[in-house]
């Protein structure tokens, strides 16, 4: 390869003198100045055409491999922003959405000035309401314009609806099914909702859902060791049954990038989480289902205990305005593909990524996506070997500090866990045990008590195939 680059630069340096030589020669003989056309071929000899060529795979071409590509937008290249909260309904937390709706002014001034912006408000009702799925308001308009009201209108407004939201949903537990409402709002309402005005067809996307319980659809998925505060109603197991099939928040969210297209969406959560103090009355619990879409969408998640919503408000803001510039979620065209080939150049510069099998996406950190009009280039190719499939996952004990996991693979593999603090993002590997088997068992060790966690189960087969598993929840004990 460097002998055959050497010789073509040498022809074009001979190439490039030739020309030289007959202008010069020109010059001499005829005694008059370069012409224009002459100046530009000299330009032209020192200035060779931009390769075009894609990145060079270092992988071997079988004719397995497949590549996407994407060019990052120029910046704020949508000045449109549709702002949907989603909201729990019940009394319990009527003064925390009045306080969020008051925290509206400091979302708004995050944004750019010339952004065209819209706000709606969505119950989280269940199917047997007929407020489910729809926008709702309280003597106001459905959907509150910048172009038509002022900042201190719009928030008169929110806090207005915020407030008076209706409570009589008994059969969804007094409206704590967010990511049911949402899900019917953008599959079976949302040509009812295109028509006044909302999820335009040239917007951004930013969802909010707020709420001081567990979405009732997350019942079917609670982390490991936990289990779900006392429903003296008994009225969520039901609804659960009723309504929530196939409803998770991975559904909800690949539904709302369904909508969205290349258009950017945020989604974020204003829940308890753990942290600070969650009251000792009523339901309250942990915000599971909804951390966990805010997640899997790479959004915000407040903590509802902080009581400071302004700040909740304007980290949203903030985020809003980085989705409105750079696209940091890529969707792989299948999902058939050896994981160990899989590759992320940004501007021909490798970069970090994270793989999230149960959606089969490739996320970026903001750091990492480049710049306006940056290239993204994303390869894999199918495995030429036998695929590593992960099956009957166990978690055999969890304390405060600790967790056992074991699972089993089809094939001899190795043994690793990938585990992540879900509030904070931190992400740890356990060691690699390198060792071959079809049984395996892993310690996660130094967690922090009361703390939610999801981890991956990695194995990687003799010839190098690996296999990394969806998310698995648990939190430590208190």
């Known amino acids: 390869m460097k002998s055959s680059i050497k010789a073509h630069s040498i022809i074009a340096f001979k190439t490039i003198n030739s020309i030289l030589l007959v202008l010069i020669l020109g010059v001499f003989i005829t005694g008059c100045e370069l012409t224009e056309d002459s100046k530009d071929d000299i330009n032209d000899a020192f200035t060779p055409p931009e390769s075009q060529q894609p990145p060079t795979d270092n992988l071997v071409d ?13 910046a704020q ?10 909201v729990d309904t019940s009394g319990s937390i009527r003064d925390e959405r009045t306080e969020i709706a008051d925290g509206i002014e400091s979302f708004i001034n995050e ?9 709606g408000v969505m119950q989280a009702h269940s199917s047997v309401s007929d407020q489910s799925g729809a926008l709702f308001s309280h003597n106001s308009p459905k959907v509150l314009k910048s172009s038509e009201l002022t900042k201190s209108e719009i928030r008169s407004h929110l806090r207005t609806t915020m407030y008076n939201t209706d409570s009589t949903d008994y059969a969804g537990d007094g409206g704590e099914q967010m990511l049911y409402s949402l899900n019917k709002a953008i599959t079976e309402n949302v040509s009812t909702i295109k028509s006044q005005g909302f999820f335009r067809e040239d917007s951004a996307l930013a969802v909010v859902m707020v709420s001081d319980e567990n979405d ?17 109603e008994k ?5 659960f049954e009723r309504d929530c099939a196939n409803i998770t928040p991975e559904s909800v969210v690949q539904n709302l990038r369904t909508l969205q297209g290349e258009r950017p969406l945020l989604v974020s959560s204003i829940v308890y989480t753990g942290e600070g103090y969650i009251p000792n009355r009523g339901e309250n619990e942990i915000g599971y289902g909804l951390i966990e879409a805010a997640n899997v969408a790479s959004g915000v998640v407040v903590d509802l205990a902080s009581g400071d919503y302004d700040l909740g408000m304007r980290q949203i803001g903030s985020m809003v305005v980085k989705k409105l510039n750079l696209k940091t979620e890529f969707k792989l065209n299948t999902s058939d ?38 290239e993204v280039y994303i390869k894999y190719c199918k495995s030429m070997y036998e695929t590593i499939v992960i099956s009957d996952v166990q978690f055999l004990e969890t304390t405060t500090t600790s967790t056992i996991v074991r699972w089993k693979t089809n094939i001899p593999a190795t043994t690793q866990v990938e585990y992540k603090n879900v509030l904070t ?5 356990t060691p690699l045990d390198t060792n071959l088997k079809v049984e395996h068992g892993a310690a996660v060790n130094d ?32």
């Open 337 to 374: 593909f050896d994981q160990s080939t899989l590759e992320v150049l940004v501007d021909r510069q490798a970069v970090n990524f994270n793989y999230l099998p149960e959606i089969n996406e490739v996320h970026l950190a903001e750091a990492d996506a480049g710049r306006e009009n940056s």
């Open 77 to 86: 290249y949508l000045k449109k922003l549709d702002l949907l909260f989603v």
């Open 447 to 478: 967690l922090s008590p009361n703390t939610l966690y999801e981890l991956r189960l990695i194995s990687m087969g003799e010839e190098g195939q690996v296999t990394t598993s969806s998310a698995y929840k648990f939190r430590t004990q208190r």
């Open 216 to 232: 009732i659809c997350a019942l079917g998925s609670y982390p490991h060791g936990v289990t779900p505060v006392y429903d003296p």
């Open 425 to 429: 993002g931190e992400t740890f590997l």
């Open 111 to 119: 944004l750019p000035s010339d952004v065209d912006y819209q706000i």
């Open 235 to 239: 009225k969520e197991y039901p609804a």
């Open 62 to 74: 079988t004719g397995m491999c497949e590549s996407q590509t994407y060019i990052q937008p120029q």
